[in-house]
């Protein structure tokens, strides 16, 4: 078992900038043949993919976030993170961090969530307009 924990959720104006991170922890000695994943869900929608990380570190964003979100991973500190930039109002929801094995090195891990094995409990960022 995986433990997912988020951090560094707040409130931002519009423009500013989040630095969102989520650490594992448990069975963590394959954290390395994860693929990881940031998820968002506001209020009354569904949850909604925002940036994939394949083990070999390549990313991949949905359009609303592309060249203002930037994902990455540590593998030797077993985390993930997601930098955004230029926060709309729209980007207001709960972010989540998840986690799905992967055999392939630069296989993409995916956008749908029902595809994910480990979830964190969420980190609320609010975008003040």
């Known amino acids: 078992q995986v433990q997912l924990v988020e951090s560094g959720g707040g409130l931002v104006q519009a423009g500013g900038s989040l630095r969102l991170s989520c650490a594992a922890s448990?069975?963590?000695?394959?954290?390395?043949?994860?693929?990881l994943a940031w998820f968002r869900q506001d209020l009354g929608k569904e949850r909604e993919f925002v940036c994939a990380?394949?083990?070999?570190?390549?990313?991949y964003c949905a359009d609303s976030v592309k060249g203002r979100f930037v994902i990455g991973r540590d593998n030797p500190r077993k985390t993930v993170s997601l930098q955004m930039n230029s926060l709309k109002p729209e980007d207001a929801a709960d972010y989540y961090c998840?986690?799905?094995?992967?055999?392939?090195?630069?296989?993409?891990?995916?956008?749908?969530?029902?595809?994910?094995?480990?979830w964190g409990q969420g980190t609320q960022v609010t975008v003040s307009s």
């Open positions: 998840a986690a799905r094995s992967l055999t392939g090195w630069f296989d993409h891990p995916g956008t749908k969530a029902q595809n994910y094995d480990y």
């Open positions: 448990g069975d963590t000695s394959t954290f390395s043949s994860y693929g």
């Open positions: 990380i394949s083990r070999a570190g390549l990313a």
